[in-house]
């Protein structure tokens, strides 16, 4: 008979084997980084610009991002749509404040044919004065839209509040799109992706001829000098409420400026992030869902800059519960600063830790992420062994050294939203 | 091309294995044949609040998620109006676990008040954050109603309201499953670098012995054909007015499913598709455009939805959308068009079906729809279509009396 209370026995992950992509030098500051082991059609192109929000004035930099493929007066955006649509190509575009990334993806063989299309619609865009005009209008839209949302709310206050007074906490509202100009548009647009491309990253079986034709197409638009980035970011410690009129629920983001890879305490920490708020069974999601059923969700994580970092508690309430919520939360970190984390419970997170990161390196896609991740501090995929290691060696007393040393309720910045 | 193989337990569960060498993750996918078409009228949104309680422990093992993370895995599912589907993906060496929690579930739930309590509140809390306190949130809440009259199509997966989360009771909770969640109701699939002999020891092992129980009859009211074009209009304090036309198209297992997606995607799924360059770039009567199907099992719908620029009426854009469709139902497609439409397709299917736990949902949902070869054949049905086809359907899809449209009226526009 079938005993089925007894656990079946667990074997350990002992080992992962990490792949680095191939690296070709596109010029003294940009790269080409290629993982060609992909067994099947598929294959993504990304292109990295120095054309982050922050390198810009207000909404400038949003605007030029949504623009490149707007054509110009001889060929229209929708030209240029159909062209890439008719080899099966998919485009997108991502920003943040350091830094404009554009991912394509299609079937291997017609990879080469979109980027010259892409190329091309670069080198002749115009900025007309009909596209700009579309643009304003749609992002007039999508942001009153944005303004009824708790999450989002909530997300630009804290945003303002945790990169304060540095370039990037500003958030541009309605007031600054109309006041976008063309010449500005055309001016960052030569300034940050004419002279901006700094990575280049190829995922995909594609042949050798063609990874060269790709760096020389796009040595045109590398840099010449290196990126700059904010070193120095200091949150406001202070608790800001938003109230929002007829809001069902209240959005809650909290947290404060951190640290990045390059820190000594930083694989540490994210075992400490994870027991907090990082996975389906974490002391956050156990008691204000699971426990209290007082939100869908709770998580926590570090996120990252080039040069520094930030940790963020985020959440949506009921609005009835969310001073209980935040009282609960605050418990939480409390309880990390003053009681060590039991064997049990850390057994368990160091493994499914592992086999969150066996996941990550499983397939040359999430193999290249991986590598993205450590690539732009300077750091190689050892530093996934070296996470390994971490794991196998961390102590309760030091998770609780870094709850007492980065936890605390009085250096974080806290907005409610709704 | 997929390869699998399939075998059925004594009890009635059809277990299918999909070998793949080049991953050290497996993937345990079980697919429940029961969703929120299955619900009576007055307790709606119940096949989605089960999927939460699933993970509320079962019978012989307290807490699901634990073990599994213990076991370096992960677990989530979701609920349509036609399936419940649980996946879990862990490390292939602790393949068992993951057979172990999934098999007990199967067995019996642990249906303890505490769970169930707070299980309702999550709920409410996912209600209100998807569905009410979202501008355009309760769009299909509203949407459904208007599209099917008779079918149980007519709710969405969370509920008709809350309250009939508020009221479900520990004894529907129990008829629930011991009705719909038997081995002869499920499609269970392993995918993984394993041998076959392995994952059928494995299965008999944890699956054997769980009684068979018998697989629920299925009988819906089906819904009526349409004869009447209906409209419906909604204010909301929204910054735009929005549109969803609805038209009735065929059901997953028809080849007029096909015809309808691709209808689709010629009208709005990329930036050159018809209603997008006609509405948007040309006119510039909207700010957002996009078609779609619902991918329902039973008879679903196309949808054609977007926002309103402002100052533009709602007759404005009815006219102007109208007139596109008409262009479709006048003549078939050029050839260069459905080329276009073709390799965006291939290039998505060959996205897709890189991911493990991609093609073990899929194998499980075309075995649900009798065969999970049909993952093999999809791609043949696609290039078999011609224009023409194309052509026909969009005259039989595009009439005004297959039509449901809902509006939603901006209230704080300055109109």
Aim: aromatic residues 10%; negative net charge; contains cysteine.
């Amino acid at each position: 008979m079938l005993n089925r209370t007894l656990t079946p026995q667990l074997k350990e992950i002992d080992q992962i084997d990490f792949v680095s992509p191939v690296t070709h030098v596109i010029n003294g500051n940009a790269l080409l980084y290629h993982m060609a082991e992909v067994p099947n059609e598929t294959s993504r192109l990304d292109l990295y610009f120095d054309a982050g929000t922050a390198r810009g004035e207000r909404a400038v930099a949003g605007f030029v991002n949504g623009m490149l493929l707007s054509g110009s007066e001889q060929v229209s955006a929708t030209e240029i749509q159909s062209q890439i649509d008719a080899l099966g190509g998919f485009y997108e575009s991502g920003i943040s404040q350091e830094t404009a990334v554009i991912s394509i993806y299609a079937l291997k063989e017609h990879l080469l044919e979109v980027f010259r299309i892409f190329a091309q619609a670069l080198e002749e865009l115009s900025f007309t004065e009909k596209e700009i005009k579309e643009l304003l209008n749609d992002r007039r839209q999508k942001y009153k839209v944005n303004l009824e949302k708790v999450s989002f709310l909530a997300q630009r206050e804290f945003q303002r509040r945790l990169f304060h007074d540095s370039i990037y906490g500003r958030v541009s509202d309605e007031t600054d799109f109309a006041k976008v100009e063309r010449e500005n548009l055309i001016a960052f647009f030569n300034e940050h992706y004419l002279h901006g491309l700094y990575k280049v990253v190829v995922v995909g079986a594609v042949p050798e001829n063609e990874i060269n034709e790709l760096i020389a197409l796009s040595a045109q638009w590398a840099k010449g000098s290196p990126n700059k980035y904010e070193t120095t970011l200091e949150n406001k410690k202070e608790s800001h409420y938003l109230e929002k009129d007829g809001a069902l629920q209240t959005a809650i983001r909290l947290g404060r400026i951190l640290f990045n890879k390059t820190h000594e305490d930083y694989l540490d920490f994210l075992v400490l992030n994870t027991i907090l708020g990082d996975y389906f069974g974490s002391r956050l999601m156990s008691n204000i869902r699971e426990d209290k059923g007082y939100t869908y969700g709770i998580g926590s994580m570090v996120a990252e800059l080039h040069e520094t970092g930030y940790f963020l508690i985020a959440t949506e309430v009921g609005k009835d519960v969310k001073d209980a919520a935040l009282e609960e939360i605050k418990k939480e970190l409390k309880l990390l600063q003053e009681e060590l984390v039991d064997e049990e419970e850390l057994a368990l997170v160091k493994n499914y830790m592992l086999g969150q990161l066996l996941k990550s390196a499983d397939g040359p896609y999430s193999m290249t992420d991986l590598f993205l991740s450590v690539e732009p501090h300077g750091l190689d995929l050892d530093f996934y062994n070296k996470s390994i290691d971490a794991l196998h060696e961390i102590t309760p007393e030091r998770i609780q050294e870094l709850a007492k040393r980065y936890l605390n309720w009085e250096d974080f910045t806290i907005v409610a939203a709704g | 091309m997929i390869t699998f193989d399939r075998f059925t337990l004594p009890n009635g569960l059809t277990v299918l294995f999909l070998k793949d060498i080049t991953t050290p993750m497996a993937v345990v996918n079980t697919l429940y044949d029961v969703g929120a078409r299955d619900e009576s009228e007055d307790k709606t949104g119940f096949a989605h609040l089960f999927e939460h309680l699933m993970f509320g422990g079962s019978v012989n093992i307290s807490d699901f998620d634990a073990p599994l993370q213990m076991a370096g895995g992960e677990s989530n599912a979701f609920t349509s109006n036609d399936i419940t589907n649980y996946y879990d993906v862990l490390p292939a060496k602790n393949i068992e676990t993951a057979l172990w929690l999934e098999s007990d579930r199967m067995l019996s739930l642990a249906f303890t008040p505490k769970s169930l309590e707070v299980q309702r509140n999550v709920v409410i809390e996912e209600f209100k954050q998807r569905y009410l306190n979202q501008p355009y949130g309760d769009v299909w809440l509203q949407l459904r109603p208007l599209a099917y009259h008779k079918h149980p199509y007519k709710w969405a997966t969370i509920g008709k309201e809350v309250r009939h989360i508020e009221e479900a009771t520990m004894e529907d909770v129990r008829g629930f499953f011991s009705k719909h969640y038997v081995p002869s109701n499920a499609i269970l699939c392993i995918a993984g670098n394993f041998e076959l002999d392995e994952i059928k020891r494995l299965v008999e092992k944890w699956y054997g012995d769980i009684p068979g129980g018998k697989k629920p009859a299925r009988i819906l009211t089906a819904e009526p054909v349409q004869e009447e074009y209906r409209e419906k209009t909604i204010e909301r304090k929204v910054p735009a007015h929005a549109f969803y036309y609805a038209f009735k198209m065929p059901e997953r297992r028809n080849e007029g499913y096909y015809m309808a997606d691709v209808l689709s995607d010629a009208l709005g799924r990329d930036k050159s598709s018809r209603l997008y360059v006609s509405l948007k770039k040309e006119q510039q009567l909207v700010s957002d455009i996009n078609a779609y199907i619902t991918g329902s099992l039973d008879d679903g719908l196309l949808m054609i939805s977007g926002k309103l620029n402002d100052g533009i009426s709602f007759e404005e854009l009815d006219r102007a959308l109208w007139n596109e469709l008409e262009k479709l139902k006048a003549h078939p497609m050029h050839e260069s068009e459905l080329q276009r439409l073709m390799i965006k397709i291939k290039t998505a299917r060959e996205f897709q079906e890189q991911g493990l736990l991609n093609r073990a949902m899929s194998l499980c949902l075309f075995e649900l729809l009798g065969d999970a070869e049909g993952i093999n054949l999809e791609h043949k049905i696609y290039d078999s279509i011609q224009p023409e086809h194309l052509h026909e359907t969009a005259i039989h899809l595009f009439r005004k009396e297959n039509c449901s449209l809902l509006k939603i009226k901006a209230t704080n526009d300055a109109e």
